[in-house]
């Protein structure tokens, strides 16, 4: 128990001393968290608002142009800042950056709703949509559909109002006013009752903690690589400890790392958070938390052995930080993290399922998200501390093979 | 108190044994030399020493027990003092020592008391509290013999201890590593430095190629049957004379002759003059060590 407080000890005062290393287990994260949840702030709210403004010139005026005018704002996808009064005027303001989209609703507009181009032998103007070429050809899209579809309703209650006056139907009184679209309200499915879904910061804060865990590698190898160049391992052998305890000494102070790191990031999501604006994370209380608990555990787990085996595999920390760093950004992109794996083609959400760091993020997920109890997780924990027993027993044969 | 008896070593993949066929008898209470060229197998035969190997053919006994057994029962019996600086740059020089009395499983108090012992035996006291990355190359060097202190070893191994420092930690060092036999501690120290070996040590081997080619009493591998003799000159030795003793070229007009007996000096001697050679110095009688390594070892050059 001596040699390995003396190791715990040993590994304590090197890891407080290196700052760089420091620096990538707890403020990298931070920073990463915060920007991303911020960044991603509204690409994980179904419905959120898009900060794209439009304008329309209605150069119509009529009852029906105004009713389309309005069912596009009541979408609210789309902010609509400005009514220019002519073409020239909109392109003007697209040109100077004021918006990026301009709707024109041509003269005729009205009269001419219920009349297919060219069905009565006269030609029908087209709706014209003027687009800063910069902007994302997905969210042109996205507006046209909104328009295509607002115009549709207008044509199809129109249509209704007529006809039911046609043929005495009862009808609306004022159907351009109507609601539109009728809602589609999302929701998440969960365990055991229904919430709304996550927020960008119930997503970034796991995946950003399980990117920073598995960042161990950086001052892990340092000392490692140090202690292997510098001859300090064999001394250590000729004092008759096992490389065993070497790695077990390791293994407890990076754990404990693990998991202030946890404690930290958790904290960002519930308090710095929402200083920046965003939305504050919300965490299982209960079983959920020890559930919670198990999985940071089992990261740290993996997460150390790797890096142990990072370091056992690199002859030099300039290696290390290459292998390490360039590992953990692939695992990482394949894993989830920086992409949501649902976001990923079929194919890349299969080669997801072998990055560690996707299963870290499920058990997360699972524990956070779906209200997982413990044999939710297990096949996530399973995984995981196979991979840390697999790690270091390659860790361990490696330094044999290198010292024989 | 270490016998080595017919110890071989042959590393993964290479070519040729490292070691063969090795016998050394280390008395207790000495300073023992290993000198070697580069790749002779010293680092070897003291891995093997230190436990980090184990030899293929051969026995290795200490006090009589052999090696594995007799660290199994005394793991501080042996202590290695690499040549590298095997500690922690970014730890101070207390902190390095109470981690590696820790290592040794030494108790709080015994940490306490070793490691004071082992500051003021090297000389510490100053640095203490510095980090070992800001000493200079000398108190590196005493931090790393330090730190082999811990748990009073009966064998000390130390590898090229002195390299990289000033002539006063060099002198230094060699004093405190030739005390340290008084004290119960038996040393065996390899060098490439033949004056420190032939200063401080009383037994020394001499190893080439994997193989033991002299070991014995310093004074004893000194002293020489043959009347031997190294001269230098203002210019090349006349080739009948060179004949005639034997010469051997050692380089900067410096030559190694031998005489059937001692009076061939003196006609040597009115030789040179004859031919118009003048004598700028002359040594005979018993070759230094480094005479002696350079005849066994060839002057071949070594990687």
Redesign the interface.
């Known amino acids: 128990m001596?040699?390995l407080?003396?190791?715990w000890?040993?590994e304590t005062?090197?890891l407080l001393?290196?700052r760089h290393g420091l620096a990538a287990l707890f403020v990298m994260p931070i920073i990463f968290i915060l920007v991303m949840t911020m960044a991603l702030h509204d690409a994980f709210m179904p419905g959120a608002a898009i900060d794209v403004a439009y304008a329309i010139v209605d150069l119509d005026d009529s009852p029906h142009s105004q009713s389309l005018a309005r069912r596009l704002a009541k979408t609210g996808s789309f902010r609509r800042i400005a009514d220019p009064a002519t073409t020239d005027a909109a392109r003007a303001d697209i040109r100077a950056g004021r918006y990026v989209l301009a709707l024109v609703l041509p003269k005729g507009f009205g009269e001419r709703l219920l009349t297919p181009a060219g069905a009565d032998g006269q030609a029908t103007e087209a709706l014209t949509l003027m687009v800063d070429p910069t902007l994302n050809p997905a969210l042109q899209l996205a507006f046209r559909n909104q328009t295509s579809a607002a115009l549709g309703m207008l044509r199809a209650d129109e249509l209704t109002h007529r006809a039911g006056k046609l043929f005495g139907l009862p009808t609306t009184a004022r159907p351009a006013e109507r609601d539109w679209p009728d809602e589609i309200v999302s929701t998440a499915v969960q365990n055991d009752r229904s919430i709304r879904p996550p927020s960008s910061v119930q997503q970034n804060v796991p995946a950003w903690l399980v990117f920073a865990m598995f960042f161990v590698v950086i001052p892990i190898s340092a000392i490692l690589i140090?202690?292997r160049?510098?001859?300090?391992l064999?001394?250590?052998?000729?004092?008759?400890?096992p490389f065993r305890l070497v790695l077990l000494g390791k293994l407890l102070p990076f754990f404990v790392v693990n998991q202030i790191q946890a404690v930290l990031m958790v904290a960002v999501g519930i308090w710095g958070v929402p200083l920046f604006g965003g939305e504050a994370l919300v965490m299982p209380s209960g079983a959920g938390l020890f559930h919670c608990w198990l999985v940071a555990a089992a990261v740290s787990l993996a997460a150390v052995a790797c890096a142990l085996l990072v370091a056992s595999l690199a002859q030099t920390t300039q290696q290390s930080t290459i292998i390490g760093g360039v590992g953990n950004i692939l695992m990482a992109a394949i894993g989830g993290i920086m992409v949501p794996k649902f976001m990923m083609p079929g194919a890349m959400q299969t080669l997801a399922e072998w990055s560690p760091m996707a299963w870290a993020l499920n058990g997360f997920h699972t524990v956070m998200l779906r209200h997982g109890d413990f044999v939710a997780i297990l096949p996530d924990l399973v995984k995981l501390l196979a991979c840390a027993a697999l790690a270091l027993a390659a860790a361990t044969w490696l330094n044999r093979r290198q010292?024989? | 108190m270490l016998k080595v008896d017919g110890v071989a070593y042959r590393y993964r993949d290479a070519a040729l044994p490292a070691l063969r066929d090795v016998s050394l008898n280390i008395p207790a209470g000495g300073v023992y030399g290993l000198l070697g060229p580069n790749g002779a197998g010293k680092t070897t035969l003291i891995s093997l020493l230190a436990g980090l190997l184990t030899a293929a053919d051969g026995s290795i006994l200490l006090n009589g027990r052999p090696l594995a057994e007799a660290r199994a029962a005394n793991p501080r019996a042996i202590a290695l003092v690499p040549q590298d600086y095997a500690f922690y740059p970014m730890l101070t020089v207390a902190e390095n020592l109470r981690f590696f009395a820790g290592v040794l499983g030494l108790h709080r108090r015994e940490i306490k008391t070793q490691c004071d012992a082992a500051i003021a035996f090297a000389r510490l006291e100053q640095v203490t509290g510095k980090r070992a990355e800001q000493l200079s190359g000398g108190l590196r060097r005493r931090l790393n013999l330090a730190i082999g202190l811990l748990g009073r070893p009966q064998l000390l191994l130390l590898d090229e201890p002195t390299v990289g420092v000033d002539p006063q930690s060099r002198s230094f060092l060699l004093e405190s590593i030739a005390a340290l036999p008084a004290e119960g501690t038996t040393v065996l120290y390899t060098s490439h430095y033949m004056e420190e070996v032939e200063a401080i040590c009383q037994r020394v081997a001499i190893l080439d190629q994997g193989r033991v080619l002299t070991e014995g009493a310093l004074d004893d591998l000194l002293t020489t049957a043959e009347s031997s003799a190294e001269i230098e000159l203002d210019q090349p030795l006349p080739p009948d004379l060179a004949e005639r003793y034997s010469a051997t070229d050692l380089g900067h007009f410096k030559f190694g002759l031998f005489f059937r007996s001692t009076v061939e000096v003196a006609c040597l001697l009115d030789e040179l003059a004859a031919a118009g050679c003048t004598v700028r110095q002359l040594h005979v009688g018993r070759q230094n060590l480094e005479q002696l390594f350079m005849r066994l070892t060839r002057r071949s050059l070594r990687d």
């Open positions: 001596t040699r407080s003396a190791l000890i040993k005062q090197a001393r290196d140090t202690e160049q510098q001859g300090t064999q001394r250590l052998a000729a004092m008759g400890l010292t024989a």
